[in-house]
């Protein structure tokens, strides 16, 4: 099993390092839906979307899935579909996959708050690409396209994550 791990906003991937960001309201034991936190423990990855308009197919051993313009993710607590992927249009709060920025060309969901889904625990977790100047994410862990594109093909559904605060 391949672990990958988080500490404040460095990225361990074996003996290398990279730089990432973290959620703008740091790190939580406790997480909750809009709190801005990154959740701290471990958590396996679950599958790997992509922008095909923009990269081609990464090499990874993750599920992979190619993000079309009316994928979404539940954001909201009071929806059945609560941190599940949708389709759009969808009547319930979500964040939509297929975004004018680049930071959702590629994302990893993690398994948090998935296996069982807690209402309001927080949702859409994903290791996602960075901005250029790494500014802080909704709870996510980004990295560098070339970074991300570095360790995806080591990465399979029995890897996991540790986030911890430092």
């Excluded at 680049?102 to 990893?108: E, G, M, Q, R």
């Excluded at 093909?153 to 430092?166: D, F, G, R, V, Y």
Aim: proline share 7%.
């Amino acid at each position: 099993m391949t672990l990958l791990t988080v500490k404040g906003n460095t990225f361990f991937f074996g003996d290398q390092q990279f730089r990432c960001a973290i959620g703008k309201g740091g790190f939580s034991n406790d997480k909750r839906e809009g709190d801005g936190c990154s959740p701290v423990g471990v958590f396996t990855l679950r599958e790997c979307w992509y922008r095909l308009d923009r990269l081609a197919p990464p090499e990874t051993k993750l599920p992979l899935k190619i993000i079309r313009e009316n994928d979404g993710w539940c954001d909201d607590s009071e929806s059945p579909e609560y941190n599940t992927h949708v389709r759009l249009p969808y009547h319930y709060s979500h964040e939509k996959l297929w975004r004018d920025d680049h930071v959702y060309d590629l994302i990893v969901p993690l398994g948090y708050n998935d296996d069982p889904i807690i209402n309001g625990r927080g949702s859409a977790i994903f290791m996602h690409l960075a901005h250029n100047d790494y500014k802080p994410t909704e709870g996510c862990v980004a990295l560098a396209l070339h970074d991300l594109i570095t360790i995806l093909p080591h990465l399979n559904t029995q890897t996991s994550i540790e986030i911890l605060p430092k």
